[in-house]
């Protein structure tokens, strides 16, 4: 009998996070910003998750927003035909990030803070994301 692979994983993409909460914030000083994995190693990681079954990624961090290559994570995603969700804060999203994000095949955004923002994360159809949703 054939064990399944893992359906989703989770990429903690960086470790960088201007909100310092308890929630999320490690105190421990993991990987700096200049020693994180490049996108071309995200992209063979990418193809391994695709290549063992995985359906799904969750994109988390730190705050994958801090990530100035996040669309080209998202993109190689969804052209390997993974379901892709953001998990921000949403602290430095902007409405034209977000359609820039949507536009590269996010499939879903979910707020991991209550604190308010300038713009609110919407999902791919473009409601308002809610505690409840």
């Known amino acids: ?25 490690n105190p421990v000083d993991l990987v700096a910003a200049g020693e994180e ?4 190693e995200w992209l063979d990681i990418l193809v391994q998750a695709r290549d063992l079954g995985v359906a799904q ?26 379901y892709t969700n953001l998990i921000t804060s949403g602290i430095s999203l902007t409405p034209n990030r977000a359609r820039t994000l949507k536009d590269a095949g996010l499939t879903t955004s979910r707020s991991a803070s209550k604190r308010p923002t300038r713009f609110s994360p919407t999902d791919w159809r473009g409601r308002p994301l809610t505690p409840e949703n």
Not at 5 to 25: D, F, K, N, Q
Not at 37 to 40: A, D, F, Y
Request: charged fraction near 15%; glycine fraction near 10%.
């Open 37 to 40: 994995m490049t996108l071309l």
């Open 1 to 25: 009998m054939t064990r399944p692979g893992p359906l989703g994983i989770i990429a903690e993409v960086t470790h960088r996070c201007p909100l310092h909460c308890p929630y999320c914030s």
């Open 57 to 82: 990624l969750h994109l988390t961090g730190g705050e994958p927003l801090a990530r100035s290559d996040l669309v080209g994570v998202v993109r190689a995603a969804h052209d390997l035909g993974l």
